[in-house]
Structures are given as C-alpha cells and as structure tokens.
C-alpha cells in the first residue's frame, strides 16, 4: 500500500487566496483525521470524519476552514481566505476504524505558508 | 481535565545507552495509550500502542514502553540507544469516550 497520501506537499500563497489541501487515505481506512502542527501549539487535531461522515470539527480554528470527505478515497481541507498564522503543516492520518483501540497512519504533510 | 504531559521537551543520550522518553496521562475511564515517532520532514509513525494485557508493550525498531496505572505513566524505553533513533517522540491517548489526546513531544538526541 502507498500509505496516505497528500498534495500538495508544499503550498506557498498570498494572504487572502483559497488554499484547498487534499488527502487519499488507505484503501479499507473508515476513519480519517486532519491535524496542523505549528512550533508554538504542536499538533492539533482539527477534524476527523468515520466513514466519510464529519464526527468532530471542534477543531476547527474558524470559520474560515472546512472539509469534506465525498467519498471513502479522498478528503479536502480548505481554507478561505488564507491568513498568514495559517502558515503550518497540515497533516491527514486514516485509521482502519474510530475505535480507540486503532492506531493511525500520517501523511507526508503539506506545508503551508502565507505571505 | 483530561491530557497527556510529556515533561521533557529534550532528551540527550549517548549512543549504546539507554533511553526514556517519559508520558503522564489523565484520562476519565480506561486509557488506549500510544507511541508515534516524527522523523524530520515526515509524518508521525506508529510505535507501539497498550490496550489491554501485559503492561509491557514491545514495539517497532526496538522500543517498548510500560504501562503503568497507578503512576499513570506510560514511559516509552529502549535498551540501546541508536544515532537513527533521533527524532520527536509523541505519546497520545483515548479516554473511555473516545477523545484523542496528544502530547507536546519530546525531542530525542543520540549522540554518536
């Protein structure tokens, strides 16, 4: 298996654009997650979905960040309009299931930065 | 409240040596503890996870980690430290409700 898989894997735009961040999880993973990692808050989960459905978004920083999960293989981040504290890497993990007893699988990551 | 505290930010050892990499949790109910490693540039990797059982849980690459409930700690260990074994340790847990928590991360130093 490719493992998770991210794109873009670097991300560089201006203040205000719509950045829009995508992850395929593991073929057969019902669960997936969404986290940013900053040097000043660590790794902070935004969201995470179970078979495609959104179960948590407290995460979410504000209103402007969303996701979706269409479908089982595919999943976007986006944020819109993007600020410069947006500046972070974004990682996508999947999990063969949302019990706890599952661990999880990352990503590459997406590193993002906002001038 | 419910957390994970990884009190060491740095830990230095020296190659051939032992090394731990300390985690304190609480939790409401039964904990699902676990072990991620984030090399530079990568994606956290799962080491190793306790969920029931034997408290002393072997993992990838060499490490083990002991769980244990009255310190509620869940110390992550390895007997000979290698230089490839510097990286950013994270320990995590779920609750009895299912809410994930991470720790802070501890960096790891081998020194050769």
């Known amino acids: 298996d490719a493992g998770v898989i991210q794109s873009p894997r670097h991300e560089v735009t201006e203040m205000g654009q719509e950045v829009t961040l995508r992850c395929k999880p593991i073929?057969?993973?019902?669960?997936l997650f969404w986290y940013r990692q900053t040097m000043m808050r660590g790794l902070e989960l935004l969201i995470y979905f179970n078979n495609n459905v959104p179960i948590d978004d407290s995460g979410m920083p504000e209103d402007r960040f969303s996701a979706k999960m269409p479908n089982a293989s595919f999943s976007t981040l986006k944020i819109q309009p993007s600020e410069p504290r947006d500046s972070a890497v974004y990682f996508c993990?999947?999990?063969?299931?949302?019990?706890?007893?599952?661990?999880?699988?990352f990503g590459p990551g997406t590193r993002l930065t906002v001038t | 409240a419910q957390s994970v505290a990884q009190p060491e930010d740095q830990v230095n050892v020296a190659e051939g040596n032992p090394l731990t990499v300390k985690c304190t949790y609480s939790v409401s109910g039964n904990p699902y503890l676990f072990w991620y490693v984030q090399y530079p540039n990568r994606g956290l990797q799962f080491l190793l996870k306790?969920?029931?059982?034997?408290?002393l849980v072997k993992g990838s690459y060499g490490f083990e980690a002991e769980f244990n409930k009255s310190q509620t700690s869940f110390h992550l260990k390895k007997p000979s430290a290698l230089v490839s074994d510097s990286a950013l340790y994270f320990c995590?847990?779920?609750?009895?409700?299912?809410?994930?928590?991470f720790g802070t991360g501890t960096r790891l130093t081998v020194i050769p």
């Open positions: 993990a999947s999990s063969l299931d949302f019990g706890r007893s599952y661990e999880q699988y």
């Open positions: 995590a847990v779920r609750d009895g409700a299912n809410n994930l928590f």
């Open positions: 306790y969920i029931t059982g034997d408290n």
């Open positions: 073929s057969g993973h019902n669960s």
